[in-house]
């Protein structure tokens, strides 16, 4: 099933409907809207959206940036599934995607997300993905690192 996961180039027929999807309502606290998010990349053009399909339909959004940062790595800026389509594996085939993508730019050596503490979902996502707590914080958030093997 996880295999009808894609993760779509963000364009003019789908930017709209990645504009529709919604968290769960106790996830609301944590996400800023896929609307800003999009904004924002047309603002920073190293930010690279996309849609994430579910067997042709957009169901997510993940947004990643493409320059170094913070911690020497690259970081997730975005990952979200429609709450109707949560809990399936969708987000972890996404990211898992999206990761392969990210582990591919120059000098990737790190990758890096970060997210309220209290953001359960976030925290058992990133866990099952290999990534780890080094006691990175900033701000309201903390940063958990995933190391690339070269």
Same mark, same amino acid.
């Given at each position: 099933?996880t295999?009808?996961?894609?993760? /779509?180039e963000l364009?003019?027929?789908?930017w ?6 919604e968290?769960s309502?106790?996830?609301k606290?944590?996400? /800023? ?5 999009i904004?924002?990349?047309k603002f920073e ?5 996309y849609a994430i399909?579910?067997?042709? =339909?957009?169901v ?6 493409t320059?170094l940062e913070?911690?020497d790595?690259?970081? &997730?800026y975005r &990952?979200?599934?429609?709450k109707?389509?949560?809990?399936q594996?969708i987000?972890k085939?996404?990211?898992t995607r999206m990761?392969?993508q990210?582990a591919?730019?120059p000098?990737? =050596? =790190?990758?890096?997300v ?7 979902s ?7 993905l ?9 701000g =309201?958030?903390?940063a958990? &690192?995933l190391s690339?093997?070269e």
């Amino acid at each position: 099933m996880t295999n009808q996961v894609e993760l /779509v180039e963000l364009h003019a027929q789908n930017w709209y409907e990645c504009c529709e999807l919604e968290v769960s309502e106790e996830q609301k606290q944590y996400m /800023v809207s896929n609307a800003v998010s999009i904004a924002q990349s047309k603002f920073e053009p190293t930010l690279k959206p996309y849609a994430i399909a579910f067997s042709g =339909k957009v169901v997510g959004f993940v947004m990643y940036n493409t320059v170094l940062e913070e911690l020497d790595g690259y970081w &997730i800026y975005r &990952i979200m599934v429609d709450k109707q389509h949560q809990c399936q594996g969708i987000g972890k085939a996404a990211a898992t995607r999206m990761i392969a993508q990210m582990a591919a730019l120059p000098d990737a =050596k =790190k990758i890096a997300v970060g997210y309220h503490p209290e953001n359960e979902s976030a925290h058992r996502l990133y866990a099952s993905l290999g990534f780890r707590d080094e006691g990175n914080r900033f701000g =309201k958030e903390m940063a958990v &690192i995933l190391s690339i093997n070269e």
